[in-house]
T-cell receptor, first 115, second 109 residues
Framework: GAGVSQSPSNKVTEKGKDVELRCDPI?????LYWYRQSLGQGLEFLIY????????KSGLPSDRFSAERTGGSVSTLTIQRTQQEDSAVYLC?????????????FGPGTRLTVL | GNSVTQMEGPVTLSEEAFLTINCTYT??????LFWYVQYPGEGLQLLLK?????DKGSNKGFEATYRKETTSFHLEKGSVQVSDSAVYFC????????FGAGTTVTVRA
């Protein structure tokens, strides 16, 4: 079946602009995660959704970052007033939501470059 | 909090050599442990996992055993191929994944 998809695959933006990154999880997966992969920080957790709720937003680096999920499916990560340090690959993952033994399946990522 | 410490790279090997990448973890409770792999230009893929102590995960000739007594999950492969060149990440799952820093492995023909 279809895996996790993300769009766009690449995004170049100017400092100070807002960007939206989209994630389509595997159909039927109730849990959705956003991570960030950057050279200096490695792979970092950003936010976790169970259904449309986000019980853990602890990894969002600042209030410029927000995310929502609608219909228990698609999720959008929004970064306002982008800064150069936001440049990274943003990864989305989904799992069946059955518990901590779940496997998370990752999308191909969105490479964000802030000029 | 939970954390993973992974052997620093890069690692360069010849084909058919033995590969081991060390991974140790700190966690409360009994997390699941994973190895993910990222091939050049591709996304993260699950390589193998283990969900409880003494479990052995295996896939594509790679193996790792969940050792609670040493809090380790070392990755091994007996005979690597050029196609195994990739970045390998150890991770633990406490509903969210905590990753190690990644180890870049290059296998030369």
């Amino acid at each position: 079946g279809a895996g996790v998809s993300q769009s766009p695959s690449n995004k170049v933006t100017e400092k100070g602009k807002d960007v939206e990154l989209r994630c389509d999880p595997i159909s039927g997966h109730t849990a959705l995660y956003w991570y960030r992969q950057s050279l200096g920080q490695g792979l970092e957790f950003l936010i976790y959704f169970q259904g449309n709720s986000a019980p853990d937003k602890s990894g969002l680096p600042s209030d410029r970052f927000s995310a929502e999920r609608t219909g228990g499916s698609v999720s959008t990560l929004t970064i306002q007033r982008t800064q150069q340090e936001d440049s990274a690959v943003y990864l989305c993952a989904s799992s069946s939501g059955q518990g901590s033994r779940d496997t998370q399946y990752f999308g191909p990522g969105t490479r964000l470059t802030v000029l | 909090g939970n954390s993973v410490t992974q052997m620093e790279g890069p690692v360069t090997l010849s084909e058919e050599a033995f590969l081991t990448i060390n991974c140790t973890y700190t966690a409360t409770g009994y997390p699941s442990l994973f190895w993910y792999v990222q091939y050049p230009g591709e996304g993260l893929q699950l390589l193998l996992k283990a969900t409880k102590a003494d479990d052995k995960g295996s896939n594509k000739g790679f193996e790792a055993t969940y050792r609670k007594e040493t809090t380790s999950f070392h990755l091994e492969k007996g005979s690597v191929q050029v196609s195994d060149s990739a970045v390998y990440f150890c991770a633990l799952d406490d509903y969210k994944l905590s990753f190690g820093a990644g180890t870049t492995v290059t296998v030369r023909a």
